[in-house]
């Protein structure tokens, strides 16, 4: 099993929908969790940051926390064409060397 | 600028050559990693520079992968003879010191194609 699953997709939505994207993890040590969105030919690009259980909202993005069950979430509303791209999950705690999940492509079509 | 820069963006290069890949973290970004990132994968650490400490190597695939870092300042991570599965994106991240709390900032990557 590996440290952080996340489902790679891709998830295919219409504009205007709200997206789910998630991440499982194992490892207890994680304490603090990161969502990247990478675009075609581009590094990925920090989107939300977190190191506690529950919600954290900016803008149209909600990171949700659930260390019971070791379950990070990443709701986008109203999504938009421009919001395709890879959505990466990350995790740190006992490293200096996050943990990355695979990612998970998000198409939104007009 | 003030992000992440790698150069040169784009490689392309015969198996067998040695190739020099390049990354100039933020200012005062103590903290340096690289990783390879294959089509359709995830990012795969290779290598990790904390300062003046000694390196954290535990990712680098085999011994035709090294990388320096003098202080804090530019990285170069080099790849002798290359092979054919070495193509993929190199890319290099930054962080702030000051422990395990603190995200990492990407560049946008090298793209290594070996022929």
């Known amino acids: 099993q590996k440290e952080v699953e996340q489902d790679p997709g891709p998830l295919s939505v219409p504009e205007g929908a709200i997206v789910s994207l998630n991440c499982t993890y194992s490892?207890?040590?994680?304490?603090?969790f990161m969502w990247y969105r990478q675009y075609s030919r581009k590094g990925p690009e920090l989107l939300m940051y977190?190191?506690?259980?529950g919600n954290k909202e900016d803008g149209r993005f909600t990171a949700q926390v659930d260390k019971s069950s070791k379950y990070i979430s990443l709701f986008i509303r109203d999504s938009q064409p421009s919001d395709s791209a890879t959505y990466l999950c990350?995790?740190?705690?006992?490293?200096?060397?996050?943990?990355f999940g695979r990612g998970t492509s998000l198409i939104v079509h007009p | 600028g003030a992000g992440v820069s790698q150069s040169p963006s784009n490689k392309v290069t015969e198996k067998g050559k040695d190739v020099e890949l390049r990354c100039d973290p933020i200012?005062?970004?103590?903290?340096l990693y690289w990783y390879r990132q294959r089509l359709g994968q995830g990012l795969e650490f290779l290598i990790y520079?904390?300062?003046?400490?000694?390196?954290?190597k535990s990712g680098l695939p085999s011994d035709r992968f090294s990388a320096e870092r003098t202080g804090e300042s530019v990285s170069t991570l080099t790849i002798q003879r290359t092979q054919q599965e070495d193509s993929a994106v190199y890319l290099c991240?930054?962080?702030?010191?000051?422990?395990?709390?603190?995200?990492?900032?990407f560049g946008d990557g090298t793209r290594l194609s070996i022929l």
């Open positions: 490892n207890s040590a994680f304490q603090y």
């Open positions: 990350a995790m740190s705690g006992g490293s200096y060397i996050p943990t």
């Open positions: 977190t190191y506690s259980s």
């Open positions: 200012s005062g970004h103590t903290a």
């Open positions: 520079f904390q300062g003046n400490s000694a390196p954290d």
């Open positions: 991240a930054s962080r702030v010191s000051g422990g395990q709390d603190q995200p990492q900032h």
